[in-house]
């Protein structure tokens, strides 16, 4: 147990890659899971894995964004180094994460 706990402090997020493969796999199951049945509808456990995933994903890669966004928000934005380009970085990490796990 003691291992674990140094091993969280000397790497708070874990590596992303596994996750990421995942990610990209249930976006994968869900786009042929809707393409083979033509509806959706047929497919809410897929879809529910992908959407899952990347949120996961994002979640875990736009941290630090994240918790930029979230001090500036706290303090109503009057923080010296809170402005468009804060959220215009969470934006863009999320964008660029989601296009990427859900791309084909």
């Given at each position: ?14 590596p ?9 796999r ?11 049945k ?7 456990q897929e879809l ?14 736009c941290y630090?964004?994240a ?8 303090h ?15 934006l863009s ?7 990427y796990?859900?791309?084909?």
């Amino acid at each position: 147990q003691g291992v674990a706990c140094v091993s969280s402090l000397l790497h708070p997020h874990p590596p992303t890659m596994a996750p990421v493969v995942d990610a990209k796999r249930d976006a994968k199951a869900f786009l042929a899971c809707k393409d083979s049945k033509g509806d959706v509808a047929q497919c809410t456990q897929e879809l529910t894995k992908a959407v899952n995933g990347a949120g996961d994903v994002v979640r875990r890669e736009c941290y630090g964004q994240a918790e930029d966004f979230q001090k500036c928000f706290v303090h109503r934005f009057a923080l010296s180094t809170c402005g468009d380009d804060t959220v215009n970085k969470l934006l863009s990490c999320q964008q660029r994460l989601t296009q990427y796990v859900l791309k084909p």
